[in-house]
């Protein structure tokens, strides 16, 4: 009978926020009941994105749910903490999903607040693990979130990071090989996915987005970065050379690349052999050499050590080394490049390669200020499964996991603009607080009945708690550049 009851009362327990980190003490009461009129504002910005009212309403309403601290952030427990038990609200909200231009204006919004011209785009994939296989892009597939292969979805984002702060650009859905064959044809046209739809890996679908941010030419940045992943694409490197932005891209250490570029025999006629069609490099040329074999061979006056940020245990920093040096291209020159070398320090160093398209004249120290701008994406991507729910969804369609990757943008933007509005800017001691059930942890709430007071929805019987904390990583807390 006491296990019973015990239960009951841990089910009946308030939660915290789904990120388990309470909402910042630095915080009056009267900015958290501010709050409310500021995600009101907010989201009037994108009014003209929605051709009816109700569908503005339901947009809010989602909004809402995102900021709360619901354990689930999904439709059925919105409705029921937001509105009540409505199996009609329920399905109202689920055929609300609905993106129109909120894209454009979410890109207009962070040019406003965060856009600088040396602005970085951060590249990364993430993963979603789901059970079952109806779910759009399903499959076995290395999954990031868990570190191995396993049943997931595979999404593609792009991240901004500035001086200002950081904030969700786009996002695509990883269609796996198998999902264009006859076999899952059914699933395709149950998932909803656009006839158009082609197979494309990571790094074309992150190329895309790259494009279309260009050619939007509403967000302001001068840097690409990305992974490994990223980096055994040429063609990645060499279309957003050709968008006219510098990219620091890390490659695998067996990427091969010459010191000097080689010289080139144009195609010829042979006297007793066959014609050769296509140009190749000269046979008394040096042959290409991988990467990680050439750090043995780079004097300690290369290696220069410089602090990549400071984090919340002090400084970190690297050893660097520069060279130029020209990548082989289908067994070709391609274009002379720069050859970076990041080194940990200890007695066990790990060393990472990078290329860049950066002019000659670009400085050392830029280098080394985007090879440190890695981490926005990843607490980013963490306070967007933390704190707004981007993992919390069950929709199976491809319209469905597009348009809840759109509002939850816009649920993480809200709060780095509340951030940005009270000067709540990343600190190095700046820390998380207590756990819920530590003593030390008081929680503040706000009701946002005014929020759906102004809906066709009666206000909400429950508070709603906003958790606006600094940051959920530690290295996230500190100066990025």
């Known amino acids: 009978m006491s296990t019973k009851v015990s239960r009951s009362k841990r089910r009946h327990r ?137 049943n997931c979805q595979q999404g593609v984002f792009l991240v901004y990071a500035s001086s200002r702060g950081y904030a969700f650009l786009d996002e695509r859905l990883y269609l796996p090989e198998g999902w264009f064959t006859d076999e899952y044809r059914e699933r395709w046209q149950a998932c909803r996915i656009p006839e158009d739809v082609r197979f494309q890996t990571e790094p074309e679908l992150a190329l895309d987005m790259m494009t279309d941010t260009v050619q939007g030419a509403v967000v302001p940045f001068r840097w690409v970065t990305a992974d490994e992943t990223y980096g055994k694409s040429p063609v990645f490197m060499e279309e957003i050379d050709r968008l006219g932005k ?85 067994g070709l020159p391609g274009p002379r490049i720069w050859l970076v070398f990041r080194r940990t320090l200890g007695p066990e160093p790990e060393v990472k390669f990078y290329f860049s398209n950066a002019p000659t004249t670009c400085p050392r120290s830029e280098f080394i200020r985007v090879s440190g701008v890695r981490w926005p994406v990843e607490t980013a991507l963490e306070e967007g499964k933390g704190e707004v729910g981007l993992d919390h969804y069950e929709t199976r369609t491809w319209p469905g996991w597009h348009h809840h990757m759109t509002h939850t943008f816009s649920a993480h933007l809200f709060l780095i603009r509340l951030r940005l509005r009270w000067q709540k800017k990343p600190r190095a001691h700046d820390r998380a607080g207590p756990p819920a059930h530590r003593t030390g942890y008081r929680r503040r709430s706000v009701s946002v009945a005014q929020c759906v007071g102004h809906l066709a929805l009666p206000a909400i019987p429950q508070s709603c708690r906003l958790p606006f904390t600094p940051q959920a990583h530690h290295e996230a807390a500190s100066p990025a550049f």
Request: with cysteine; glycine share 6%; charged share 25%.
């Open 246 to 330: 510098w990219y620091l891209v890390e490659v695998p250490a067996d990427t091969r690349v010459w010191l000097h570029t080689p010289a080139v025999e144009a195609p010829r006629r042979g006297l007793l052999r066959p014609r050769r069609t296509r140009p190749r490099v000269a046979r008394n040329a040096p042959r290409p050499r991988e990467v990680r074999d050439l750090v043995g061979d780079l004097p300690k006056s290369k290696w220069v050590r410089r602090i990549i940020k400071e984090g919340s245990k002090g400084p970190l920093m690297a050893e660097f080394a520069f060279l130029r040096a020209t990548p082989v291209r289908e």
């Open 14 to 150: 308030v939660r915290p926020p789904a990120s388990g980190q309470p909402p910042s003490p630095k915080l009056l009461p009267e900015d958290i009941d501010a709050s409310a009129e500021e995600l009101i504002a907010f989201h009037h910005l994108f009014h003209d994105c929605f051709y009816r009212r109700e569908q503005r309403q339901w947009s809010l309403f989602y909004l809402c749910g995102q900021l709360s601290n619901l354990e689930r952030k999904t439709i059925e427990p919105m409705v029921l903490a937001l509105h009540g038990a409505d199996p009609k609200a329920v399905r109202a909200a689920q055929r609300f999903m609905t993106e129109s231009r909120m894209r454009e204006h979410q890109h207009e919004l962070i040019a406003e607040d965060l856009g600088e011209a040396d602005g970085v785009v951060i590249a990364d994939g993430s993963g979603f693990p789901k059970q079952g296989s109806h779910s759009v892009g399903v499959a076995y597939q290395y999954c990031g979130h868990l570190g191995k292969v396993a």
